[in-house]
């Protein structure tokens, strides 16, 4: 038996196979082929455009597949959300969607907006944020480089953005947040139901959630004389506590943590004068929780 997964074609792409290579999963890409292989022979990969991936598992052409909450929603897929993968293609954390208009337009917010033309590619979704908001306005596809579309093509564009620094590059000014999004791992709820491939995904989830867990963070192992302890615990952070093993002389004591790595190197100058030594920093590739 195999597990037809999904995997997202374009920004995401790079992100996804780096995250699988830290889970444990060799994923090659070859740019003439949308069938990359995997070095597990349970799994059978496709790559497909994140917009489109919600549709083809709920249909079941796949079991699964990742692809980002924003284009679950837009498409209002009947789909199991397996887990929340918070990774994007620059940073590990969430997207958004915004409502945006040039610098110099009068636009405050939304109600502003009445009567006038929206260009975005999550259409549905933007007609759902107006009618919420009890605004009526044009809402036009665009099939890309929105940002260039206001002032003379649209008054205004809903775009995702993660840092913001390609609306500012287009003198565009953001309004109001659209909505959240992040990856997910989603399965066809038929899929789901099935006992292998459940347990498949959830073997799947676990590694990648447990590759995210570990990002910018790594482990640190020292020795301490028991009578330095207090001192160095004073000065050592944890992801819980630090775990305190008996060398074979009875004075000393060996520490194993973790810790994010933007900290270890004003960290580790503490721990020598609190007394450690044999100190060793090592990277990691899952933290399983």
Request: glycine share 6%; aromatic share 6%.
């Amino acid at each position: 038996m195999k597990l037809k997964l999904g995997i997202p074609k374009g920004s995401l792409e790079v992100a996804t196979v780096d995250l699988f290579r830290r889970a444990g999963f060799q994923i090659s890409v070859s740019s003439r082929s949308y069938f990359p292989s995997i070095d597990d022979p349970e799994i059978e990969c496709m790559l497909i455009r994140a917009q489109e991936m919600a549709r083809y598992v709920e249909d079941g052409v796949l079991d699964a597949g990742l692809t980002g909450r924003d284009w679950v929603e837009e498409g209002e897929a009947k789909v199991h959300a397996v887990a929340d993968l918070i990774y994007a293609k620059q940073s590990f954390g969430k997207v958004r969607w915004v409502l945006a208009v040039p610098e110099f337009s009068p636009v405050q917010s939304v109600k502003d907006l009445e009567g006038k033309v929206i260009a975005t590619e999550l259409v549905s979704a933007t007609n759902r944020y107006l009618k919420k908001n009890g605004v009526t306005a044009k809402v036009e596809f665009s099939w890309g480089a929105t940002e260039v579309k206001p002032p003379e093509l649209a008054d205004a564009i809903v775009e995702v953005t993660e840092t913001g620094s390609s609306l500012r590059a287009n003198k565009l000014r953001i309004v109001e947040t659209v909505m959240e999004s992040n990856t997910q791992l989603i399965a066809n709820l038929g899929a789901w139901k099935d006992t292998w491939k459940r347990r498949k995904l959830d073997d799947i989830s676990m590694l990648l959630q447990g590759a995210i867990n570990a990002l910018g963070k790594v482990g640190l192992m020292l020795n301490v004389e028991k009578s330095n302890l207090d001192a160095v615990l004073a000065v050592l952070p944890a992801l819980k506590k630090p775990t305190i093993s008996h060398l074979s002389d009875d004075h000393w004591l060996a520490l194993n943590t973790i810790l994010d790595e933007a900290t270890v190197r004003s960290i580790i100058p503490r721990l020598k004068e609190a007394g450690a030594q044999g100190i060793v920093e090592y990277p990691l590739n899952k933290i399983v929780m």
